[in-house]
């Protein structure tokens, strides 16, 4: 079974600018999650959809962030204009059951990291 | 509050030797879950193990070994005879009712040595 995909890997942007990141779930996985990580930090929740519904952005920097999921499949969150601060690992991740259900596993693609010079 | 303490930022260990790796948590929810995380170095976030809070049995898995205690509110993770491979940062995660959301702990980084 494939696991969660991202891209690109890697992105080096100036601050001011845009930059999108794109991330596949596993295939019949209802919740995709964003995450950003600073380096040495643990995970921070940016955003939760259930199918292409959001179910909680209330940590997602709106102003300058935003995400969508159109399809219920494939995510996009983009970054307009881009801070120093912003510089991280952005994590995608899915889980099958949905929001509701706090058993649920989350499975983690590879991140993209983010460099804003 | 939800809360997850990782003390140790960093332990190195020699190969062979086993390596215990401190996870305190904080939730005032009677039901929670707990998690822990391996990210090696390309950066993906591999699931280990999921615990429950009204499952204190503690659980073995090959080289990897997990104690969890509600009287101290920790979940202590052990590999056994660690090896180069296990080389990576491991995170705690804890998921409650009423929050809903993941909360890390900032991690350990876990260095072995041959």
């Known amino acids: 079974e494939a696991g969660v995909a991202q891209s690109p890997r890697y992105k080096i942007i100036e601050k001011r600018q845009s930059v999108a990141f794109w991330c596949n779930p596993i295939s019949g996985h209802a919740t995709l999650y964003w995450y950003q990580q600073i380096l040495g930090q643990g995970p921070k929740l940016l955003i939760q959809f259930q199918n292409n519904g959001v179910v909680d952005d209330s940590q997602l920097p709106k102003d300058r962030f935003s995400a969508e999921r159109l399809k219920g499949v494939d995510s996009t969150l983009k970054i307009q204009p881009a801070k120093l601060e912003d510089s991280a690992v952005y994590l995608c991740a899915s889980s099958f059951k949905g929001s509701g259900s706090h058993t649920d596993t989350q499975y983690f693609g590879p991140g993209t990291r983010l460099t804003v010079l | 509050a939800q809360k997850v303490t990782q003390a140790q930022t960093e332990i190195s260990v020699v190969e062979k030797e086993d390596v215990t790796l401190d996870c305190v948590y904080e939730?005032?929810?009677?039901?929670?879950?707990l998690f822990w995380y391996k990210q090696p170095p390309s950066g993906e976030l591999v699931f280990l193990i999921r615990r429950n809070s009204f499952d204190e049995q503690n659980e073995i898995s090959g080289r990897y070994s997990w104690n969890f205690q509600k009287s101290t509110s920790s979940f202590n993770f052990t590999i056994t005879a660690s090896q180069v491979v296990d080389s990576a940062v491991y995170f705690c995660?804890?998921?409650?009712?009423?929050?809903?959301?993941?909360?890390f702990g900032a991690g350990t980084q876990v260095v072995v040595t041959p």
């Open positions: 995660a804890l998921k409650t009712d009423s929050w809903g959301k993941f909360q």
């Open positions: 939730t005032r929810d009677t039901t929670y879950y």
